[in-house]
């Protein structure tokens, strides 16, 4: 049942992401990205090359499926998922049960949820912005949108947590 | 050797984090020009960061082969100075000489000098505190310099070569208790013989000179011409004083015009017929011995 939840919460997510990125257009500088959100919301006990591996499909689909740059969400997707477990481990809690350290999204916080969907974004957009930036502009203009993007994303992606995908998770 | 299963899995996920950025950052470049231009200039880059420290690491590695290089590329340019000093030398010899030769001809006159032939010489060495004073120049047989050669300055005699090796020569100083040299005093027939006699250095005695020649304070002594050594009126000092000697002859007291202590270059004089005066002298000197 949860396999079935997280599916169907994953392919909801992408095709929020097809949509966002088809049809939304809300200002030439600002993107809005909901597929770091699922990178970040895969099975936490994954091995990271396979986590890699996810986030390169995940990224490329996306890419394949949006009139965008082939493989520019590919990419910041896998550098999301190389530093999902150095920006996850301080938020990993010891499970007595089980023994091991576990990491359950549904139950942060929300200082914690918004601290980790801020540094994911961080990780994401940087490369993203400075990749998909037209040429000639200056290091103002780059930060400007990275900060931007970084925090209208989290307060999208923090939203859809909160008040939907926790659910399904 | 196994490593440990947090450096293999390390090295793994970076290894596929790297090849799937490679496929991504391929796929941007391939998509689109800006990207592409911006891509190849981060490629570049990293390029060039990595060519530049493994270059340093090559050169680092690369020091002693290059070092052994400086040290053969710096002993040829020694060699090379040397050979241009010894050239700057001999065009600075060659000017002095002329120079000289041109003093002397003012002092002597061109008829004096004809038959004889200078050579240019560095004093290597000086003495002048003992009694039995010398010089060692720079010239010797290799240079044409063989013993028995006058030696002079523009100023005056300095001494006699009495040996020669390959390269240097032993003059034996006017300021030597066994060197005398043939003088006439003022340009008249008054012959004698000069001798230094130990004490001043700028000091010399004129002995032998016949009574009845005229002896002034100021006259100048010059060389009589009557030895192979030296050409004829080469000046060599001013006469002082003078006493009788013996009732038979005068003795002048001469201030010689060489300063010995600042001897720097001097030139040897080789009389071409020296030869031929030499073998008659040995013809008179063996008549003698027979008689």
């Known amino acids: 049942m949860n396999t079935f939840k997280y599916i169907f919460g994953f392919m909801v997510i992408l095709i929020l992401q097809l949509l966002c990125s088809n049809f939304i257009n809300l200002w030439p500088i600002l993107y809005i990205a909901v597929i770091p959100l699922l990178v970040i919301l895969l099975p936490p006990d994954i091995n990271t090359c396979i986590l890699m591996l996810c986030a390169f499909a995940i990224g490329l689909l996306t890419d394949a499926l949006c009139d965008g740059i082939l493989g520019l969400n590919a990419a910041c997707c896998v550098l999301v998922a190389a530093c999902r477990n150095m920006i996850t481990r301080p938020m990993?809690?010891?499970?007595i049960q089980t023994e091991e350290m576990d990491l359950n999204y549904g139950e942060f916080r929300p200082g914690?949820?918004?601290?980790?969907?801020?540094?994911?974004?961080?990780?994401?957009?940087v490369p993203y912005v400075i990749i998909d930036g037209p040429m000639g502009k200056g290091i103002a203009y780059l930060a400007f949108r990275i900060i931007l993007n970084v925090i209208v994303n989290s307060l999208v992606a923090y939203l859809l947590v909160r008040l939907w995908i926790r659910r399904f998770f | 050797m196994k490593l440990p299963p947090l450096i293999y899995n390390s090295i793994g996920k970076f290894l596929v984090f790297a090849a799937l950025e490679a496929v991504c950052l391929i796929?941007?470049?391939?998509?689109?020009?800006?990207?592409?231009?911006r891509v190849m200039e981060g490629v570049r880059t990293v390029y060039s960061f990595f060519w530049e420290k493994t270059t340093a690491v090559k050169n680092y590695t690369a020091l002693r082969h290059a070092n052994r290089n400086l040290m053969e590329e710096n002993a040829w340019l020694l060699e090379q100075n040397a050979k241009f000093r010894e050239y700057i030398v001999r065009l600075q010899g060659e000017d002095r000489l002329a120079e000289l030769s041109a003093q002397m001809s003012g002092n002597i006159g061109d008829s004096a000098l004809a038959g004889y032939s200078f050579t240019l010489a560095k004093v290597i060495k000086n003495t002048l505190g003992t009694t039995h004073n010398y010089l060692i120049i720079d010239k010797g047989t290799k240079d044409g310099v063989t013993e028995d050669l006058g030696v002079i300055t523009p100023s005056g005699v300095v001494g006699i070569i009495r040996a020669s090796g390959p390269r240097f020569s032993y003059v034996m100083s006017l300021l030597n208790l066994r060197q005398s040299i043939s003088v006439k005093l003022g340009r008249g027939s008054a012959l004698g013989t000069l001798k230094w006699e130990g004490g001043s250095i700028r000091k010399a005695c004129l002995t032998e000179v016949a009574l009845n020649a005229e002896v002034n304070k100021g006259d100048t002594v010059f060389t009589s011409g009557n030895s192979s050594f030296f050409p004829p009126d080469i000046p060599v000092g001013k006469a002082l004083s003078y006493t009788i000697e013996?009732?038979?002859?005068k003795r002048v007291e001469v201030e010689l015009l060489q300063d010995f202590s600042s001897l720097d270059h001097v030139i040897v004089i080789k009389n071409s017929d020296k030869r031929e005066i030499d073998s008659l002298s040995a013809i008179n000197a063996a008549y003698i011995e027979k008689k």
């Open chain 2, 27 to 37: 796929l941007i470049a391939r998509n689109s020009t800006v990207q592409s231009s």
């Open chain 1, 92 to 95: 990993r809690r010891y499970d």
């Open chain 1, 112 to 125: 914690k949820l918004a601290m980790l969907l801020v540094a994911s974004y961080l990780v994401f957009f």
């Open chain 2, 246 to 249: 013996d009732g038979m002859y």
